[in-house]
T-cell receptor, first 114, second 116 residues
Framework: ETGVTQTPRHLVMGMTNKKSLKCEQHLGHNAMYWYKQSAKKPLELMFVYSLEERVENNSVPSRFSPECPNSSHLFLHLHTLQPEDSALYLCASSQVHQGEYEQYFGPGTRLTVT | GESVGLHLPTLSVQEGDNSIINCAYS??????FIWYKQESGKGPQFIID?????DKRQGQRVTVLLNKTVKHLSLQIAATQPGDSAVYFCAENLGAGGTSYGKLTFGQGTILTVHP
């Protein structure tokens, strides 16, 4: 295990549901990331929080809403999703430090939208 | 746009052989590269990294080679074992660009299968 945990590991939701994904890092890092991993596509960066401030939002639809209450926790709030949003959602963390870009990943949440 | 890509989507080897996984990148400003391993049901795990001021770096059973002239990155795994079977991703950092956090761009991945 990498010190980054994600819950739930699996989630099935309807298009009208509201759910949240949770990520927690136990590494003392101060930057956290959400990625989407779809079959046969590279990892897509969704959001970045650095020092608890959102610093990156890669044209993600508003039905995805991130929240970072502190440097150890990151949430992804989901509402009115579409079937094409079904994917593995990965959380990662890193230590903000010049020249150090290694990110540590959690196991992911497998999301299925029905 | 800039991208990171892999030459081969799949690689099959026999246990004990050496494996070489390749990656091409197109952004000459990239200053840092990482190889990740992703096993089924798990998130990507860090294997080894290399900075742009180096051309080779060795770890335990793994070596990363960087050829900036042709923008090519490779991962060599010595004495490949069945436990090495996984998807391998290369990722590049597109230069700090004024940011203090890492912004990685990932390749599609290569599936490595090791036969006993």
């Amino acid at each position: 295990e990498t010190g980054v945990t994600q819950t739930p590991r699996h989630l099935v939701m309807g298009m009208t549901n509201k759910k949240s994904l949770k990520c927690e890092q136990h590494l003392g890092h101060n930057a956290m990331y959400w990625y989407k991993q779809s079959a046969k596509k590279p990892l897509e960066l969704m959001f970045v929080y650095s020092l608890e401030e959102r610093v990156e939002n890669n044209s993600v639809p508003s039905r995805f809403s991130p929240e970072c209450p502190n440097s150890s926790h990151l949430f992804l709030h989901l509402h009115t999703l579409q079937p094409e949003d079904s994917a593995l959602y990965l959380c990662a963390s890193s230590q903000v430090h010049q020249g150090e870009y290694e990110q540590y990943f959690g196991p992911g949440t497998r999301l299925t939208v029905t | 746009g800039e991208s990171v890509g892999l030459h081969l989507p799949t690689l099959s080897v026999q246990e004990g052989d050496n494996s070489i996984i390749n990656c091409a990148y197109s952004n000459s400003a990239s200053d840092y590269f990482i190889w990740y391993k992703q096993e089924s049901g798990k998130g990507p795990q860090f294997i080894i990294d290399i900075r742009s001021n180096m051309d080779k770096r060795q770890g335990q059973r793994v070596t990363v080679l960087l050829n900036k002239t042709v923008k090519h990155l490779s991962l060599q795994i010595a004495a490949t074992q069945p436990g090495d079977s996984a998807v391998y991703f290369c990722a590049e950092n597109l230069g700090a660009g004024g940011t203090s956090y890492g912004k990685l761009t990932f390749g599609q991945g290569t599936i490595l299968t090791v036969h006993p």
